[in-house]
């Protein structure tokens, strides 16, 4: 009886603490909390709504009295939007039919999306998908392009004719080899995706002056590309060719966007303030210079903390080959401190059922971001990472080879592209300099 008499006290006095902190408390929407993390060194006071629906969120203040304005705020847009929007009868009992769906599988240790997420999945799929046609893997559709190439050329009875089209069949493949297994051939009538295709070529292949390929050789590629998409439209696999909308390739080289480290620290106080689940994924491609379609693949298995390596195996990399990548301080403290928030080191590195799905939630994450101030650009996490690592280490070959680039192309156009100092910096943002960061900035205002 006493230790129960102990307990009430004591969930009394913490009460009474909170009312104290946060006067309007009791006032919150259903959802809403607030409440002290002393583990954080800075900004400590956190307002959390959790929805019955879909995605919650955190926010942390530097003070209560800022939590609890913006509590009540958020309070008040809750109760105006509840009253301005009314699901009809049937959306009602979709959202439980949702529901209980969800709570089903994740009973049975299954995963399954929220609701907004298969909301926002069916979404894209009914972009992605015409229900009239059903479109081929990549990999299948190539196989059948494969073998009509062959029988065209065994119809010249030459034996250049043979040697040709295996040369020109081999150029087409390595274009594809950049999209994953499970790519349909509708993507590529995407220019993005082609895009992508020319750009992981330009990574990957040396030209002969050990930097990147030339104009004609990318002409070469884009030429066999060309030819496949062709010939894809009139066995009606596809409705159009974007290679017509690329523009023209010149003899300049592509540019290679990067953050400084001040961007850096943007981002990661970004990320540390409202979007910790962003960590590792980040991370990853800050202080490793992982592709994301890679980390789309990695699991946590795949990260050895206590050894400070990252194993890229085999099956997961665009290039086919393993890559073995030390994790710099920065990244294993940061890794720990999304640890110490409760997380666990199971499973794929980007939660979610397959490649594609986890593919399609890093664009969310990305949108996100742009949404909220951050000027994201494309590819430049490892850019940067590329950009440090060869100021900092001077080794070009070693950076290479965590890159999966050629040693060549590393040598040419990352020698010299950051200086030793700001390669320091870009290294040495942790979570305990993003704290130390938002006090100076408190102090400012």
Known sequence: MTTIQKTNVHKRTAKSRLDKLFPNRTKYAEGISASVENR???????????????????????????????????????????????????????????????????????????????IQFAIQAEKDNDETVQYPLVSETFAQFFAYKE????????????????????????????????????????????????????????????????????????????VLLNWSIKRELIAKNP???????????????????????????????????????????????????????????????????????????????????????????????WFALGNKAEGFIVPAANTSRRIWTMGRWMETLKKEGFNWKRNALRHSFASYACAREMVYEQVASWLGNSPAVMAKHYRKAKGKKEANEWFSITPSVIETVQIKAMRKS
Request: hydrophobic share 35%; aromatic share 8%.
């Open 40 to 118: 954080r060194k800075t900004s400590p006071f956190r307002v959390k709504y959790r929805p019955k629906v879909g995605n919650g969120f955190s926010k942390y203040f530097l003070t209560p009295q800022e939590a609890d304005e913006y509590a009540m705020e958020l309070t008040t847009q809750i109760l105006r939007d509840g009253q301005n929007f009314q699901l009809s009868t049937s959306e009602k009992a979709a959202m439980v039919l949702w529901r209980n769906h969800r709570e089903n599988r994740l009973a049975t240790g299954k995963s399954s999306m929220t609701l907004d997420e298969a």
């Open 243 to 337: 290679i017509d909308l690329l523009p023209a390739i010149t003899d300049e080289e592509p540019p290679r966007e990067t953050y400084s480290p001040e961007e850096l620290k943007n981002l990661l106080t970004l990320v540390y303030t409202s979007h910790p689940d962003y960590i590792p994924w980040l991370v990853l491609g800050s202080f490793c210079g992982v592709r994301s379609r890679e980390i789309a693949r990695m699991e946590w298995k795949d990260i050895h903390l206590e050894d400070k390596e990252l194993m890229v195996p085999h099956m997961k990399t665009k290039t086919g080959e393993p890559r073995l990548v030390p994790l710099p301080d920065a990244a294993v403290a940061w890794l720990q401190y």
């Open 151 to 226: 029988k065209e050329a065994a119809g010249k009875n030459t034996e250049s004719a043979l040697h040709n089209v295996k040369r020109f069949l081999a150029d087409v493949d390595k274009c594809l080899n950049v999209l994953d297994s499970e790519t349909r051939i509708n993507e590529l009538e995407k220019v993005e995706t082609v895009q992508n295709i020319e750009e992981e070529l330009y990574d990957t292949i040396t030209g002969r002056d050990g930097g990147y390929p030339t104009k004609t050789t990318m002409n070469h590629y884009r030429r066999a590309l060309n």
